[in-house]
């Protein structure tokens, strides 16, 4: 697989995002052997492997812990903090009190001695950013991270947060139907020499074109409050994803194929995570790091109508440091 680069971190062109092994998604949970994708993207050459504390909460560090036992070398691992207070204090907290217990536990539920790649998940209004990475400096002086990265964090956030110490990465979402880092966020980055990693880059299953229609989600299923899955917006976003089915069926690939060689086409410091359940739909994802996009293609991908409806829910948007 071809190399890309966070910041000094060099990693696989793409990489696995494992929430829906446990969470979020229906059917999460169901599967002893739900850790048999990540074992396979490790022999297909993937190395970032994603997870974080608040998925279940911990379950889904406890399965990348499992999945890890003897093969903790061969992988960049990620984890985030600061959507669960460990303090009583309010739901997002970075104070490093809080870092520092989440750490440790997920270091405990991670069986490792270090976390590659330690993010803050949402940016804690209550906390200057320069504190919170103050804190984080700590812990790579104490070797318990190597990486500091940031989660769905604004542009001001981010360069104040770079003065304080080097960010790896930013992670957010980022795809053919939600592009919003692009006006301000990739430019400040690529300005500053940090990378992104895109989370989400399928739209939640959408832009691979098997859904096509909501009724056999679980009502513990997140899209089901997804306003862009709501009954307003998903026929329009339908015909999006017909759309990219038309333009794949040219370019020779699967929809998600397509899906995710756009992403990669944006740059080698861009690294999706798509995430699965299933090893076959591994397999298909990691295959579009060989897929070729001519600039037509491309061009043709770009007039695509981003998605119609917010990508959160209201309530969820609020943590969004915009």
């Excluded at 940090?194 to 989400?200: K, M, Q, R």
Aim: glycine content about 10%; charged content about 25%.
């Amino acid at each position: 697989m071809k190399r890309a680069h966070l910041g000094d971190l060099g990693v696989a062109r793409l990489g696995l995002g494992t929430m829906g092994m446990s969470f979020a998604y229906t059917g999460a949970g169901s599967d002893d052997a739900e850790s048999i994708p990540i074992h396979r993207a490790i022999d297909l050459g993937v190395n970032l492997i994603e997870t974080a504390e608040v998925y279940g909460p911990f379950i889904n560090e406890e399965l990348v812990g499992r999945a890890l036992r003897g093969r903790r070398e061969a992988v960049v691992l990620a984890t985030k903090f600061g959507m669960m207070s460990h303090t009583g204090r309010h739901r997002l907290d970075s104070s490093a009190e809080n870092i520092r217990i989440a750490v440790d536990g997920s270091l405990g539920r991670l069986d490792t001695d270090r976390i590659d790649l330690y993010y803050q998940h949402r940016v804690d209004p209550d906390t200057p950013i320069e504190e919170t990475v103050g804190e984080l400096t700590k812990l790579i002086a104490a070797g318990k991270i190597r990486y500091i990265g940031l989660s769905e964090a604004g542009a001001n956030t981010i360069r104040r947060a770079h003065s304080v110490h080097p960010i790896t990465a930013v992670q957010s979402e980022y795809s053919l139907w939600t592009r919003d880092p692009e006006s301000e966020v990739l430019p400040l980055l690529r300005e500053l020499g940090i990378g992104f990693v895109a989370y989400s880059p399928l739209g939640r299953g959408f832009l691979t074109g098997a859904i096509r229609s909501t009724a056999d989600f679980l009502d513990d299923d997140l899209r089901k409050s997804n306003p862009r899955f709501s009954d307003r917006n998903f026929g329009r976003n339908l015909a999006s994803a017909d759309q990219l089915r038309d333009i794949s069926a040219d370019v020779g690939a699967s929809p998600a194929q397509v899906a995710l060689a756009w992403l990669l086409a944006k740059g080698p410091d861009i690294v999706p995570i798509p995430g699965t359940k299933h090893v076959s739909r591994l397999e298909e994802n990691l295959a579009a790091d060989t897929v070729e996009l001519t600039a037509d293609h491309v061009t043709r991908l770009d007039e695509i109508p981003p998605a119609a409806g917010e990508h959160h829910t209201a309530e969820q948007l609020k943590w969004l440091d915009r």
